[in-house]
């Protein structure tokens, strides 16, 4: 037999026919006529040998698959991004990147409640101070003033979003020195410890804001500038807290107070009242239940003769730390 008809040891893959080689690399089936191709061993690696335009075609046709997945991953990618952005402000976006050091499509849920401690000024610029540490884990205050940081973000105030408050789970501080704190929108589910916010109730503002804390975490709230807030139905929502601050408001009566059973610390700054009503009212407050500290300071505190604090001091002075500034 010569060379061409030369038989090789592999059966055809296709049919089981007996091969028989061709050239020195390569061989047919004399079934089927399937070629296949020797490698350059002799070894008898048989492969199935494909012309040049089925080589093409398979090119064109992986070249087309990788281009799809491509496709579909830049979608999947920015389609996240695109979520991440809808739901964010651009000042929230800003700060976002810039703590957490990666984009905005990439930040997940669990990210966001490991923020633990958040404050939000606005100077011209928003100005965010944050830590990843819980404060109530540090006995030493200077201590965990060296985990925070601060970054400053550009923006008007419609680039900005109280209501993008809602994802930081994770806090247990948040201090708003914004304005109008009632168009914020509190986590649905938080466990937040301490809360200070500024200003009264906007317009636009939501009496959602409270009915989102935490009765079972939420100890100390703080009221700054509340000159313009007239309605004040959502102290209902607070009456689980230790510490309350309310700073220049109008207080009409007590009454806002009633049900207070847990608090132990009240400061009054600057708090208006009217002078007849003022004996009335801080004696009301004093007869809290578990009433430990009470500060007044401001117009309102001298409308107290010195014999009427006087009376108050021999009344509840055994109970509570009185002072008045």
Known sequence: MNRRSQRADSPCRS???QLVRINPYECQCTS?????YISADRHHKVSVRLSMGKIILLCIMGA???GALAVAGYQYYTGRLVASASRFSVVFRDFLMEAYEKPVADISEEDLERMKYLKIQ??????????FEDVYDYADQEQYEKTLHTIRTEG???????????????LTRLELYTEAWQNYELPEKNVLRYLICTD?????????FFTQVNPDTLEEVLILKAGNLEDFSFMEDLRGIRGFLLEEAS?????MFRGFDRLEQLVLYHVSMEEEDAFEIVEELLSLPSLKRFAISGKSAWYLTEDQWGQLEEKYGDRVVMIRE
């Open 15 to 17: 049919c089981g026919g």
């Open 32 to 36: 089927c006529g399937r070629k296949y």
């Open 64 to 66: 087309i698959l990788t």
């Open 122 to 131: 606005r100077d011209g610029d928003y100005v965010f101070t944050y830590s």
């Open 156 to 170: 008007r105030k419609e680039d900005f979003s109280p209501t993008n408050i809602q994802y930081f789970t994770g």
């Open 200 to 208: 009264g109730l906007s317009r636009y503002g939501t009496p959602r």
């Open 251 to 255: 207080l009409k009566n007590a009454d």
